[in-house]
Nanobody
Framework: QVQLVESGGGSVQAGDSLRVSCAAS???????MAWFRQAPGKEREGVAG???????TYAASVKGRFTISQNNAKSILSLQMNSLKPEDTAMYYC?????????????????WGQGTQVTVSS
């Protein structure tokens, strides 16, 4: 069974930092992984993606503030979020896919976690 389980969300103040993580089963199979977010009343948007070769892509709104990374075993996907803003408030989802090329920023990923809530207050 393929599973992605996020953790690390919470409520913080603007300017704070937060790290969310995603534990992936069968990590050796993954080629593409990414973080998406969805705020109430808004469409899901890509936040950051990482390819099998470690190359990363970021949404313009988070570039320079967020960092996506994986451990060597590719079993843990992380998103370090610095200088958080109220507009970063959303449910954050981990996604993974076996296919190439990686779909990011499109959300054409086959596997999704249940999400972890990030709330940033001003």
């Amino acid at each position: 069974q393929v599973q992605l389980v996020e953790s690390g969300g919470g409520s913080v103040q603007a300017g704070d930092s937060l790290r969310v993580s995603c534990a992936a089963s069968n990590p050796v199979s993954w080629y593409c992984m990414a973080w998406f977010r969805q705020a109430p009343g808004k469409e899901r948007e890509g936040v950051a993606g990482i390819d099998s070769d470690g190359s990363t892509t970021y949404a313009a709104s988070v570039k320079g503030r967020f960092t996506i990374s994986q451990n060597n075993a590719k079993s843990i996907l992380s998103l370090q979020m610095n200088s958080l803003k109220p507009e970063d408030t959303a449910m954050y989802y981990c996604a993974a896919d076996l296919g190439l090329p990686c779909a990011f920023p499109r959300d054409d990923y086959n596997y999704w976690g249940q999400g972890t809530q990030v709330t940033v207050s001003s």
